[in-house]
């Protein structure tokens, strides 16, 4: 059994705003399963939604702050919590990165440099918690300094920092690197330094005994200078401590044998009950009720990351064939209008709701035939693996873990069944289209399409089989 602190700045269901939250609320419950002992360690936020109760532990003095170490647990496991609890930086409205006015943190800095400081006291055993791990598992730029500070100590635990998007480095003027009393030896170019300004992502990248990202593709990716934000060269130096480990899903929470947003349950045996959803879905968006007419979904940030304009340029020429089209999600301003302008010139082909829904996610997943993911880059990505799991056939660019999670549709694999999905290479309207049509073509053919949602339902997205990767990972350090 290894010790195995979890340093991450969210972790749902405590508090999330992205990706990551959803990571360290099932890999340290997993890895717990599993027989190892994991310590999460997060900052307490005034947002954080508590619903174990929570004891003072003990306080440990940094840069001039006494900071309290409090205990919960993650609900619904049993896997410890420790909250960084300094008023001075947390004790605010608004959610870790931005405050109440969606502004970033003034002192964005200071705040995660503090949560590091603390982290290393925690993990070099000097909190009066008595426990000191073999592993510390750092998670993004915020926590990025851990393996840097950690790197200066004698006897210290193994460190892993994973990458969940390099789009999000944690970059501050050199005048920040002064002002935090960080120590001198760090501040290099083979350091923190990164173009004269100070990089937290880069602490993690440079002083993390091994690095993992989200999806092996994706760690191939970063290496090159269209994913690697200028650190591709240091990605490639370090690429034989660096691997790629795909996110699970919350199995428990999108199950469509189980699920209660859905109309009517299924699983891959009872597929015809998925048409029941389907039917839902259309009354419930004011669509034409038609169970033969194939419906496309969309459930996304509506950025260009995710290739929404690809799909606003297809739209024209979908809207010539038989189809419906659901979308669910906001974002960009301009985007939004566009698509709302589509379905006001459309309403018995198009039905776009702009916002967030749990509910309507669900029933859109279990509802529609194909689902729409034409991202530029994608870490890792999650709706492609609800689609797969709920038998509706995702239609995805071959990027970072869309292209380890869907198997293109061609004639071996269908032989072989392995198939689960249609890829496309290009992020151009045109291979969009293409990936489209082809999808249209086997709708057509019922049993070849059953195949398809047969093979996607059937693949194991569990959190354990990632959870087996990061043990393997941990115990060859």
Not at 52 to 78: M, Q
Not at 166 to 184: E, H, V
Not at 283 to 302: A, E, M, T, V, Y
């Amino acid at each position: 059994m290894k010790k195995i602190l979890f340093v991450t700045s969210e972790a749902h269901p405590l508090i999330k705003t992205g990706g990551l939250a959803d990571v360290a609320g099932s890999l340290p419950k997993a890895l717990s399963d599993l027989g190892e002992d994991v310590r999460i360690i997060m900052p307490n936020y005034q947002a954080i939604k508590m619903t174990d109760e929570v004891r003072y532990l003990s306080t440990v003095h940094v840069n001039n702050y006494a900071v309290n170490i409090l205990e919960t647990r993650l609900p619904e496991a049993n896997v410890i919590v420790w909250l960084v609890d300094c008023p001075e930086f947390f004790d605010f409205p608004g959610n870790p990165y931005v405050d109440e006015q969606g502004e970033l943190w003034e002192n964005s800095a200071e705040r995660f440099a503090l949560f590091c400081r603390v982290t290393v006291e925690v993990a070099m055993n000097r909190s009066w918690l008595d426990w000191k791990p073999d592993i510390v598992h750092c998670n993004d730029w915020q926590s990025g300094l851990v393996p840097a500070l950690l790197s200066l100590e004698h006897n210290r635990p193994a460190t892993v920092f994973t990458i969940h998007n390099m789009a999000y480095q944690g970059i501050f003027p050199s005048a920040t690197y002064l002002s935090l009393n960080l120590p001198g030896q760090l501040w290099n170019m083979n350091g923190i330094e990164f173009h004269n300004r100070l990089s937290f992502l880069k602490g993690g990248l440079v002083y993390s005994d091994r690095i993992t990202t989200v999806s092996p593709t994706y760690a191939q990716e970063i290496q090159t200078a269209d994913f690697g934000y200028g650190l591709e060269g240091l990605l490639s130096y370090r690429k034989d401590f660096l691997s790629g480990i795909i996110n699970g899903i919350d199995t428990n929470h999108w199950n469509p044998e189980t699920d209660a947003n859905i109309k009517k349950t299924f699983n891959h045996l009872t597929l015809n009950n998925k048409l029941v959803n389907k039917e839902e879905l259309q009354q419930r968006l004011s669509l034409p009720i038609d169970k033969n007419i194939p419906i496309f979904g969309l459930i996304s940030r509506l950025v260009e990351q995710k290739g929404i304009d690809l799909v606003m340029d297809c739209l024209p020429e979908m809207l010539t064939h038989p189809l419906q089209f659901v979308l669910l999600g906001s974002g960009n301003k301009e985007f939004e209008q566009r698509l709302q302008e589509f379905a006001e010139s459309h309403p018995d082909k198009i039905s776009i709701t702009i916002g967030y829904d749990e509910t309507l996610a669900h029933l859109i997943e279990a509802g529609v035939d194909i689902f729409l993911m034409p991202s530029r880059f994608e870490p890792c990505g999650l709706n492609q693996i609800y689609s797969l799991r709920y038998g509706t056939v995702p239609v995805v660019r071959k990027t970072g873990g869309l292209a380890d999670t869907v198997i293109d549709t061609l004639p071996e694999t269908l032989n072989d069944n392995t198939a689960t999905g249609f890829v496309f290479d290009e992020a151009s309207p045109g291979a969009l289209m293409e990936a489209i049509k082809r999808a249209l073509i086997l709708y057509s053919l019922p049993e070849t399409w059953k195949q398809l949602q047969i093979n996607g339902m059937q693949k194991d997205y569990s959190w354990t089989k990632s959870a087996q990767q990061y043990v393997a990972l941990y115990n060859q350090l």
